[in-house]
C-alpha cells in the first residue's frame, strides 16, 4: 500500500516536476540569447542617506525585456542562470555596465550626487578564479576608485569555503566594499562578521516589513539589533524595503543611516537616475 500511495504521489506530482524543467531549460536557452540580442539591461534603485535626505549611491538591478514575455523578473531567471553558469557571463556584463554608467554620472553630475553603485554578486562569481582580476580591469577601464564599488554578497555564497574566502580578502585589500546581502535571512553567524572583510550590513526587507507591527517584537528586535551591531564593529547598516514614512521614522530611530525602497525611490532607468541627481535636497530629510 505505501508502495501504491508513493507512486500515485510521484504520479501526481511528475508532469509539474517535468514542466518546470522544461521551462527551466527553454528560460536557460532563450537567456543564453538574451546576452547576445542586448535584452538585458539595468534599473537602478537610489540608496539614500535618510538622516540628511542626500542620495548615496544605488543598487543596479537586472531587467530582461523578452520579446514575446515581456519583462521577466529577476527572481525568474537569476536561479536559472545560477544553475546552468550563465550567471557568470550574465554577472560579468552587469559588473561593467553598472560601473561605466557610475562614470558616466561623475562626469556629468560630479561624486558628490551620487557616490558609489552596488552590484549583486552570485556564489558562483566569486569562485571564478579571475573574478578579482576582472573587476580591477572594470575599475581602471571606467577609472572609478575602488571605494566607489559596492559588491552585495549573501551569507550562503560567503560561507563558502576557502577560495571565496580568498576573494573577498583580495577585494578588499583592492579597497571595493563588500556588503552582505539580505542580512538576517541566512544561517546568520555573528562570527561571519569576524571572519570576513564586510563593510556594510543590508537588512532584509522581511524585517522592515515587521518592525511597525506591534504584534511582531521578534522582526523588530533583529532590526534593532543589526543596526546596533552596525554601530560597534563600525559598519554600516543599510535597511531594504522600505514602504512607508513609519518604517522610515522607525528605522532612522533605531540607528540606520542608509536606506532603499519604494518610499523613498522606486527601481529607475538611467534617465529618471539623472533626473533626481539635478534635485539636490529630497523630502526624505524633512520626511
Ligand atoms: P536584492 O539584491 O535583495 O534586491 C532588492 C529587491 O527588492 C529588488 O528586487 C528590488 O526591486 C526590491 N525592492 C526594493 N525596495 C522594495 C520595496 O520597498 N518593496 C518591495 N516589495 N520590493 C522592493 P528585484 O529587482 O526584483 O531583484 C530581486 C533579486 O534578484 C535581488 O534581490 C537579487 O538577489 C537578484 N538580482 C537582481 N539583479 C541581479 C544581478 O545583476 N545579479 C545577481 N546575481 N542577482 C541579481
Ligand atoms: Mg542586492
Ligand atoms: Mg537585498
Ligand atoms: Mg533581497
Redesign the pocket.
Given at each position: 500500500a505505501a508502495k501504491a500511495a508513493g507512486k500515485a504521489a510521484w504520479a501526481r506530482f511528475e508532469p509539474r516536476m517535468r514542466n518546470e524543467v522544461v521551462n527551466h531549460a527553454r528560460l536557460g536557452s532563450e537567456l543564453h540569447n538574451a546576452i547576445i540580442r542586448h535584452e538585458l539591461f539595468l534599473?537602478y534603485?537610489p540608496v539614500f542617506d535618510i538622516v540628511t535626505g542626500a542620495m548615496s549611491g544605488a543598487?543596479?538591478?537586472?531587467r530582461w525585456k523578452h520579446p514575446v514575455r515581456g519583462n521577466v523578473?529577476?527572481?525568474d531567471f537569476?536561479p536559472v542562470a545560477e544553475r546552468s553558469g550563465l550567471?557568470v557571463p550574465l554577472?560579468s556584463w552587469?559588473l561593467r555596465e553598472a560601473c561605466e554608467q557610475l562614470a558616466k554620472w561623475h562626469a556629468e553630475y560630479g561624486s558628490a550626487a551620487i557616490r558609489s553603485i552596488n552590484?549583486?554578486?552570485?556564489a558562483r562569481q566569486l569562485r571564478e578564479a579571475g573574478f578579482v582580476d576582472e573587476v580591477a580591469a572594470v575599475l581602471s577601464d571606467t577609472g572609478l576608485i575602488p571605494a566607489n564599488l559596492v559588491l552585495?554578497v549573501t551569507e550562503s555564497s560567503v560561507i563558502d569555503g576557502r577560495q571565496v574566502r580568498e576573494t573577498l580578502e583580495a577585494l578588499h585589500e583592492l579597497g571595493v566594499r563588500l556588503a552582505l546581502?539580505?542580512f538576517g535571512t541566512g544561517q546568520s553567524s555573528l562570527s561571519l562578521l569576524r571572519a570576513f572583510p564586510v563593510d556594510v550590513l543590508k537588512l532584509d526587507?522581511s524585517f522592515v516589513d515587521g518592525i511597525c507591527d506591534g504584534e511582531d517584537r521578534g522582526r523588530l528586535a533583529v532590526a534593532a539589533a543589526v543596526a546596533q551591531l552596525a554601530e560597534y564593529l563600525d559598519l554600516y547598516a543599510v535597511a531594504?524595503?522600505?514602504?512607508t514614512a513609519a518604517q522610515l521614522d522607525r528605522l532612522r530611530a533605531m540607528g540606520y543611516r542608509l536606506g532603499?525602497?519604494?518610499?523613498l525611490a522606486k527601481?529607475l532607468p538611467p534617465d529618471e537616475m539623472a533626473a533626481l541627481m539635478t534635485q539636490t535636497a529630497r523630502t526624505v530629510a524633512a520626511a
Open positions: 534599473a534603485q543598487e543596479a538591478l537586472v523578473p529577476p527572481g537569476i550567471i554577472g552587469v552590484v549583486n554578486v552570485a552585495e546581502d539580505d526587507k531594504e524595503g522600505i514602504e532603499q525602497g519604494y518610499y527601481p
